[in-house]
T-cell receptor, first 113, second 113 residues
């Protein structure tokens, strides 16, 4: 099992460019999450999907969109990147909602110039 | 809604003990604890549910005081491998599952020989 995988590992964008961060899990988990991590801010929830076909906003959804493509895949899209979106993005999944361990992917480091 | 962790940083010698606290201004349904090593993804340590159950993981244990809306992580006889940043993740209790965690800003723990 690969667990949770994320692509790309690192990306540099110019302000205004768009990109999609990909996440896939092979653990048959129902719930998937996107977080961003900035120095001193901890992990902040951007969007989550409690089950296939549903998505909900987290703490910091502005400037992002998500798609739960199927049970395995959950993508995060930046339509028009801004320097404030420079961060490390983590995808996570769990099989029991809030009472299950969240398994994190390796992260995507994004730099917006 | 973000829980407050204290202290922000801890420096220990091998074999010493430490306590990390996590406090919320809201009633909690569950508290998760994760450890993140530099440049890596967070890794699940344990979860505590409403009911005050104390959990353990090797020489790391935790407690959950619902009335005080607090959780504490206890690291005894610390090892070099304990170094990293510890995050609590809280699910606020609103009478039903919300399927999402709100993470604290983290406590950086460094263990020296």
């Amino acid at each position: 099992n690969a667990g949770v995988t994320q692509t790309p590992k690192f990306q540099v964008l110019k302000t205004g460019q768009s990109m999609t961060l990909q996440c896939a899990q092979d653990m048959n988990h129902n719930s998937m999450y996107w977080y961003r991590q900035d120095p001193g801010m901890g992990l902040r929830l951007i969007y989550y999907s409690a089950s296939e076909g549903t998505t909900d906003k987290g703490e910091v959804p502005n400037g992002y969109n998500v798609s739960r493509l199927n049970k395995r895949e959950f993508s995060l899209r930046l339509e028009s990147a801004a320097p404030s979106q420079t961060s490390v993005y983590f995808c996570a999944s769990t099989d029991r909602g809030p009472i299950g361990a969240q398994y994190f992917g390796p992260g995507t480091r994004l730099l917006v110039l | 809604q973000q829980p407050v962790q204290s202290p922000q940083a801890v420096i220990l010698r091998e074999g010493e003990d430490a306590v990390i606290n996590c406090s919320s201004s809201k009633a909690l349904y569950s508290v998760h604890w994760y450890r993140q090593k530099h440049g890596e993804a967070p890794v699940f340590l344990m979860i505590l549910l409403k009911g005050g159950e104390q959990k353990g993981h090797d020489k790391i244990s935790a407690s959950f005081n619902e009335k005080k809306q607090q959780s504490s992580l206890y690291l005894t006889a610390s090892q070099l491998s304990y170094s990293g940043t510890y995050f609590c993740g809280t699910e606020i209790y609103i009478g039903r599952n919300t399927d999402k965690l709100i993470f604290g800003t983290g406590t950086r723990l460094q263990v020296f020989p």
